[in-house]
């Protein structure tokens, strides 16, 4: 792309945002992006004050060891004889850490086991306190202090993850895990409103939004590219993919987020940017995001600020959703800036 290319394609994409100057431009204090474990499970850091809340409820040995890296005196911790079936969770926040069936007994006076539950649930370190070098593991959630890894446990991973019992809870199988100890109820819902980077910056951050992906969708051509759907020839609208923790938030209130920011009046077209591929649409993954998305567009028909003009946003099937390409991706998050269409 020559240098006048993209100074064009820059204004197209930016005529209705303010952006900050070049010097100033931060990313904004508010996003948060959330990780989610390959087994399903929210591993975001945990703020200080969120760590420091969920320690008001540790006892003091706790306390030692998950916030201060402390060691139990070896055959002293309670859960070392511990033979039941069941899961063991972080006693500082919940993320689930060790399975039962990867315990085994090493005869050092510390629970061990020579697999993690999920390997994102653990983050390995390396320390040299005490004049030894040894690899430390820490609760990727809350960041607490578990205990260490070492080179010499069994078959199949010939790793020895070497607990203090104070850090963990036990769970038996049967009973159920706690809230904080739940997989994410993750789902996807796709939008379309105007340039994608303004759709993109809006719902990421929206509590509850795990990750916002600008992109393409709605259009005939496979694995279009930005100039092939700015053309209109494709058919495709620029859209944002969000995946959200529908326990945390609903769909309904993502439609509601983002119509409070977007014109649903105005066919294909928001603000200055004209065209099929700003049109605005919202793209149903299901029967029932369908059935809610065109009872709030009767009922957005019905508010004041629309009286006597038509709602024009289209409620269609979800089809294959393009990833747009990188630089497009958490625009405002890079360069600063805000857009309100």
Not at 71 to 77: D, I, L, R, S
Request: hydrophobic share 35%; charged share 20%; net charge negative.
């Amino acid at each position: 792309m020559s240098s006048r290319q993209l100074f064009v394609f820059i204004g197209m994409c930016l005529a209705a945002c303010q952006q900050v100057p070049a010097a100033e431009a931060a990313p904004p204090s508010g996003y948060v992006h959330r990780k989610i474990s390959a087994s399903g499970y929210d591993v975001t850091p945990l703020s200080p004050a969120e760590v420091a809340r969920l320690a008001r409820g540790l006892t003091q040995a706790q306390r030692d060891v998950l916030l201060r890296a402390g060691t139990e005196p070896a055959f002293c911790g309670g859960l070392l004889e511990n033979k039941k079936p069941g899961v063991y969770i972080s006693a500082l926040g919940g993320l689930p850490l060790f399975r039962s069936s990867a315990k085994f007994e090493s005869g050092t006076g510390w629970p061990s086991f020579f697999a993690p539950f999920d390997p994102d649930h653990v983050i390995e370190k390396p320390d040299n306190s005490g004049g030894m070098a040894r690899v430390e593991i820490l609760d990727a959630r809350s960041g607490g202090h578990l205990g260490h890894v070492f080179d010499d446990g069994p078959r199949p991973t010939g790793k020895r993850y070497c607990l203090n019992s104070a850090a963990l809870i036990f769970v038996p199988d049967g009973e159920p895990l706690p809230a904080q100890s739940q997989p994410v109820n993750a789902q996807k819902a796709y939008f379309a409103g105007g340039c994608f980077w303004g759709v993109e910056d809006i719902l990421q951050r929206t509590p509850g939004v795990i990750e916002a992906t600008s992109g393409y969708m709605g259009g005939k051509t496979a694995g279009p590219g930005y100039h092939q759907v700015s053309s209109g020839d494709t058919g495709h609208a620029e859209s944002v993919e969000v995946e959200f923790d529908a326990d945390r938030v609903s769909y309904r209130h993502l439609l509601e987020v983002l119509f409070s920011k977007i014109d649903p009046t105005t066919l294909n077209r928001q603000g200055p940017d004209e065209g099929t591929q700003y049109r605005s649409a919202i793209f149903a993954a299901d029967a029932e995001q369908k059935r809610v998305a065109e009872q709030f567009l009767r009922q957005l028909a019905k508010e004041p600020r629309f009286a006597g003009r038509s709602i024009v946003t289209t409620v269609e099937r979800a089809q294959t959703f393009w990833p747009a390409e990188d630089y497009h991706q958490d625009y405002h998050e890079k360069h600063g800036g805000t857009c309100e269409p």
